[in-house]
């Protein structure tokens, strides 16, 4: 019996957008796919790739930019990388989201068209969301898809820009977009079981945001102190220390029933106010987290239960903040080599998406075979 699912990958350095995409079809081919996912740097020309792709992948073709990507050789820093699944197993949706302000409305419009659909084909089925990773509507927009869907899990990443934080772009329809997210819904068949995991667990240093500005993800007061001053000591180190390879080692921890979710700080401001990479708001507890191997932690985290067998794939968001934790620390290559293992084909993003939450320096992705 052959296999159910062939699973095609390619990759390129390419800086020229013709010469990219004319290796992805040398290593990927020319027939339809069921679907064609593709993480690109920033630094491409995106109007003239975009032609190119669409030209190349007419149908059921979506990506976004990204600040790195994984796929056989691990990390992947620049170029381009692309995923071709052919099956006749897999049933994909295209939903775009734009502009982000009316995702709450839009979301209402999808979930209606897909519950219709449910109600007269009972079939498993996933969402993937792709959205515009310096939007600040990552919230709202995969809250409203997970409510409006109903009982169909969800996961998803946020577009980088190669560390910039300049501009992040989404693909749909054949352009690339700003303000604007994709959702693949995806019924299907075949196995498939949706990832979260993380490398930190909470400690006993617990805090109470007790001031911020939630709009802009901005947090004034810990404790009724100073953010960033109050943060520091919980830590154990010194106000004028805190940097990025400090807030990487250090996220907060929020327990939501017996699970915790990582938020993550991205900067320390001149009035000692911190900024997070997601939702924030006056009220919270939070628990300062402490770091585990994250190597045992990816292969607890992708690894095959019990009846499953070995991934044919693994679609995956992976947090940047993650990457460069690893390469501060020099386990880089080795969770490279772990990620290939398993078939992970995805991309270092700017915050990932888990059914209605957005969260931060966490794997999120849907593992599909086995």
Same mark, same amino acid.
């Not at 669409?54 to 056989?72: H, M, Y």
């Not at 990773?133 to 009982?151: H, K, P």
């Not at 939070?286 to 932690?297: E, K, M, T």
């Given at each position: 019996?052959?296999?159910?699912?062939?699973?095609?990958?390619?990759?390129?350095? %390419?800086?020229?957008?013709?010469?990219?995409?004319?290796?992805?079809?040398?290593?990927?081919?020319?027939?339809?796919?069921?679907?064609?996912?593709?993480?690109?740097?920033?630094?491409?020309?995106?109007?003239?790739?975009?032609?190119?792709?669409?030209?190349?992948?007419?149908?059921?073709?979506?990506?976004?930019?990204?600040?790195?990507?994984?796929?056989?050789?691990?990390?992947?820093?620049?170029?381009?990388?692309?995923? =071709? @699944?052919?099956?006749?197993?897999?049933?994909?949706?295209?939903?775009?989201?734009?502009?982000?302000?009316?995702? =709450?409305?839009?979301?209402?419009?999808?979930?209606?068209?897909?519950?219709? #659909?449910?109600? !007269? &084909?009972?079939?498993?089925?996933?969402?993937?969301?792709?959205?515009?990773?310096?939007?600040?509507?990552?919230?709202?927009?995969?809250?409203?898809?997970?409510? %409006?869907?109903?009982? !169909?899990?969800?996961?998803?990443? =946020?577009?980088?820009?190669?560390?910039?934080?300049?501009?992040?772009?989404?693909?749909?329809?054949?352009?690339?977009?700003?303000?604007?997210?994709? @959702?693949?819904?995806?019924?299907?068949?075949?196995?498939?079981?949706?990832? &979260? *995991?993380?490398?930190?667990?909470?400690?006993? #240093? #617990?805090?109470?945001?007790?001031?911020?500005?939630?709009?802009? &993800?901005?947090?004034?007061?810990?404790?009724?102190?100073?953010?960033?001053? +109050?943060?520091?000591?919980?830590?154990?180190?010194?106000?004028?220390?805190?940097?990025?390879?400090?807030?990487?080692?250090?996220?907060?921890?929020?327990?939501?029933?017996?699970?915790?979710?990582?938020?993550? $700080?991205?900067?320390?401001?001149?009035?000692?106010?911190?900024?997070?990479?997601?939702?924030?708001?006056?009220?919270?507890?939070?628990?300062?987290?402490?770091?585990?191997?994250?190597? %045992?932690? $990816?292969?607890?985290?992708?690894?095959?239960?019990?009846? +499953?067998?070995?991934?044919?794939?693994?679609?995956?968001?992976?947090?940047?903040?993650?990457?460069?934790?690893?390469?501060?620390?020099?386990?880089?290559?080795?969770?490279?080599?772990?990620?290939?293992?398993?078939?992970? *084909?995805?991309?270092?993003?700017?915050?990932?998406?888990?059914?209605?939450?957005?969260?931060?320096?966490?794997?999120?992705?849907?593992?599909?075979?086995?």
């Amino acid at each position: 019996m052959g296999s159910r699912l062939e699973v095609r990958e390619a990759a390129t350095r %390419a800086t020229d957008e013709r010469e990219a995409v004319a290796h992805l079809i040398d290593q990927i081919g020319k027939e339809r796919p069921a679907l064609t996912l593709f993480f690109c740097s920033s630094t491409y020309e995106l109007p003239r790739l975009a032609a190119h792709l669409t030209d190349a992948f007419p149908e059921n073709l979506l990506g976004c930019t990204s600040s790195g990507q994984i796929g056989r050789s691990g990390f992947e820093l620049g170029g381009m990388s692309a995923l =071709s @699944l052919f099956t006749t197993e897999l049933d994909v949706q295209l939903h775009a989201v734009a502009p982000l302000a009316r995702s =709450s409305e839009r979301a209402e419009e999808i979930g209606a068209a897909i519950r219709a #659909r449910r109600a !007269v &084909r009972r079939v498993p089925a996933f969402g993937l969301v792709l959205v515009d990773g310096l939007s600040l509507a990552e919230e709202r927009l995969v809250s409203s898809l997970y409510a %409006a869907l109903g009982d !169909v899990p969800l996961v998803g990443g =946020s577009a980088g820009d190669d560390l910039g934080f300049e501009a992040t772009h989404v693909f749909h329809g054949g352009r690339f977009a700003r303000d604007s997210a994709v @959702l693949a819904y995806v019924e299907t068949s075949l196995p498939f079981r949706t990832l &979260r *995991f993380q490398h930190f667990v909470p400690t006993e #240093r #617990r805090m109470v945001i007790t001031d911020a500005v939630p709009e802009k &993800r901005i947090v004034t007061e810990i404790n009724g102190f100073p953010a960033a001053q +109050e943060y520091a000591r919980l830590i154990g180190r010194d106000v004028s220390a805190l940097d990025a390879d400090v807030f990487s080692k250090h996220p907060l921890l929020l327990r939501i029933d017996d699970e915790y979710f990582v938020r993550s $700080i991205a900067k320390r401001g001149d009035d000692d106010s911190l900024t997070f990479f997601c939702a924030i708001e006056p009220g919270l507890v939070l628990q300062v987290g402490r770091g585990v191997d994250p190597l %045992a932690a $990816i292969r607890e985290g992708l690894s095959p239960r019990a009846g +499953e067998g070995p991934a044919e794939v693994v679609i995956g968001c992976d947090c940047i903040l993650r990457r460069l934790e690893f390469e501060g620390s020099r386990v880089a290559a080795d969770v490279g080599h772990a990620l290939a293992e398993h078939h992970v *084909f995805g991309f270092s993003t700017y915050g990932e998406q888990f059914n209605a939450l957005h969260v931060n320096q966490t794997f999120t992705g849907v593992r599909l075979g086995g």
